[in-house]
């Protein structure tokens, strides 16, 4: 197990450089897709500020935990999809028979399959998170930690999460708009405070669309300095991945190749 | 007649292909109802909360029902700016000058017919949500002509400023950010989430005159309050910006196409 974790680290810095090195030859496509999903991040984060003003409905938060959600989201689903960058393109590649060339190579094909793409926007995403955390909340040391272990955790759940959406597409054909749809329904719930919710509805929300795990929970963490509710927090994200990867792999038993013959670049 | 024909016709297969695919209007149509669960149960807190039958100079069933209207209008827009840049990078846009038609003008009856069908779809299933959560909207002849006849407009201003947007493929690395911004403003200052009564009193009247407003706030504002005062100014306004818009989509295609150049034989 420690071989195989070391083998995947080993892999994961690998694309990482690589991916960088491929993205960067477009310098100012590059820079402006990071600084145009930070301005589209500051953009809602303002409003809702705004809106929660004016309209006070966040229960026992306030204004700094809505800060907080957003920061946390925003940067774990940023370093989720700029690592894993194919987790939000399973059922494309599903679908077009792109998977064919992910299965020649003598690695794990999920890992291998999600580090091959870099999503350069969702850098946006995370530096906009770390800045609005440390500039908007001005968290202590400890606190900023816990940020740090935090983001990792809700990354593993937003990245867990698209790839037991997007293998869908093996059951279902073309499943690329209604995994793209789930995976905005789990952002959109997680910006959402969780005292709008209640009922059938919480319940929903840590287990079928776990904006709980990835986004209140996190936030409650942050709010009481809560190591406990962190590392909840990491079983729960621990266990989207693990029903992710298995819809992955149950797909994949039956899947049956494409017919496309394609060289991949 | 001829021209406009040929124009129809691309608009009317374009809609057809539309229906085809019925699990992307699943997946698009499961967006819609959790969105307007969503703004359902945060709108029901703002009322609780202030304890008044009107929020904005709206009812809770009309907040509700205006959400309706501009989800079903903006979830029903095609992607324009991305399949123009595609067209633009890809080298594809070749094969459209070579034909007896305007390239502009097959975009936007392309855009126009796939727009319409998958609207009155959201629009369906939109007015059930809402009945369900609300109950019904008091409608008038009014209501339903007036936003009928200013949805054409809406349409083509959205379609040119997507349009503009991918045409700037010609000259810079990537458009993917701007529209990301264009459709973050559309979507808190065109009034997509929230009626612009919301905003304070002087921030409000710059907002209505921006363009955003044309293509969101204007029709859904008169689906729920129609006057035709009312109705008069939002087609004064959306018929400039169709007009300037037209002027720039005009002025800037012309200068690109000189930018295109044919290599082999």
Redesign the interface.
């Known amino acids: 197990m420690p071989k195989s974790f070391s083998s995947f680290l080993q892999l994961a810095i690998f694309y990482l450089k690589l991916n960088f090195k491929s993205q960067s030859e477009?310098r100012?496509?590059f820079f402006?897709?990071i600084?145009?999903?930070a301005?589209?991040d500051s953009?809602?984060l303002f409003?809702w500020m705004f809106?929660f003003d004016?309209?006070?409905?966040l229960g026992n938060w306030n204004q700094r935990d809505v800060v907080a959600m957003w920061s946390v989201l925003a940067a774990g689903y940023g370093l989720g999809t700029a690592l894993a960058g194919n987790s939000n393109n399973v059922a494309t590649l599903i679908l077009k028979g792109e998977l064919d060339s992910w299965l020649l190579y003598p690695r794990a094909v999920l890992p291998h399959l999600l580090l091959g793409r870099m999503s350069v926007?969702s850098w946006g995403d995370f530096l906009f998170g770390v800045g609005a955390y440390l500039f908007l909340v001005h968290p202590s040391i400890e606190n900023f930690l816990l940020f740090a272990l935090l983001v990792p955790i809700v990354g593993v759940t937003v990245v867990g999460f698209s790839v037991g959406v997007g293998s869908l597409g093996f059951f279902?054909?073309?499943?690329?708009?209604?995994?793209?749809?789930?995976r905005?329904?789990l952002i959109?719930?997680g910006t959402?405070p969780p005292?709008?919710?209640s009922g059938a509805?919480k319940i929903l929300l840590y287990t079928v669309v776990p904006a709980g795990i990835c986004s209140y929970l996190p936030v409650e963490a942050l709010r009481q300095n809560s190591l406990e509710l962190a590392l909840l927090a990491a079983g729960g994200s621990m266990i989207v991945l693990f029903v992710g990867s298995a819809i992955f792999y149950a797909g994949l038993a039956k899947y049956e190749s494409g017919s496309l013959i394609k060289l991949q670049s | 007649m001829r021209v406009l024909r040929k124009y129809l016709l691309v608009a009317l297969l374009s809609a057809r292909s539309n229906v085809v695919?019925l699990?992307?209007v699943?997946?698009?149509l499961?967006?819609l109802g959790?969105?307007l669960?969503?703004f359902s149960?945060?709108w029901?807190?703002?009322y609780s909360?202030?304890g008044s039958h009107q929020?904005a100079d709206l009812s809770i069933v009309q907040m509700i029902w205006y959400l309706v209207a501009t989800e079903a209008m903006m979830l029903s827009g095609p992607r324009v700016s991305a399949a123009v840049d595609l067209d633009v990078r890809s080298g594809t846009i070749v094969n459209y000058l070579q034909r007896p038609l305007s390239y502009p003008l097959y975009c936007l009856s392309h855009n126009l017919g796939e727009r319409t069908v998958r609207f009155f779809i959201n629009l369906l299933v939109g007015s059930i949500i809402a009945y369900v959560l609300v109950g019904p909207l008091a409608l008038s002849w009014n209501s339903v002509a007036f936003f009928l006849l200013a949805l054409p407009l809406a349409f083509a201003v959205d379609f040119l400023s997507g349009f503009l947007i991918g045409l700037g493929a010609f000259w810079?690395?990537?458009t993917?950010?701007?529209n990301?911004?264009y459709s973050?403003?559309t979507m808190?200052f065109g009034g997509m989430l929230?009626p612009l009564s919301?905003f304070p009193d002087n921030v409000r009247p710059v907002l209505e005159w921006l363009p955003f407003s044309a293509v969101v706030y204007g029709p859904a504002k008169l689906f729920v309050s129609p006057s035709v005062g009312e109705f008069l100014s939002i087609l004064a306004r959306q018929s400039l910006a169709a007009v300037v818009f037209a002027i720039l989509v005009y002025w800037i295609y012309g200068r690109a196409s000189k930018r295109v150049f044919v290599n082999g034989g």
């Open positions: 477009y100012v496509a402006w897709q600084v145009s999903m301005i589209n953009i809602w409003f809106f004016r309209f006070p409905v926007s279902l054909g073309s499943a690329e708009t209604i995994s793209e749809n789930l905005f329904a959109t719930f959402y005292s709008i919710f509805a | 695919y699990s992307e699943v997946g698009r499961l967006f959790v969105i669960y969503i149960r945060l029901i807190a703002v909360h202030a929020v810079f690395e990537d993917s950010g701007m990301l911004i973050r403003m808190i929230f919301i």
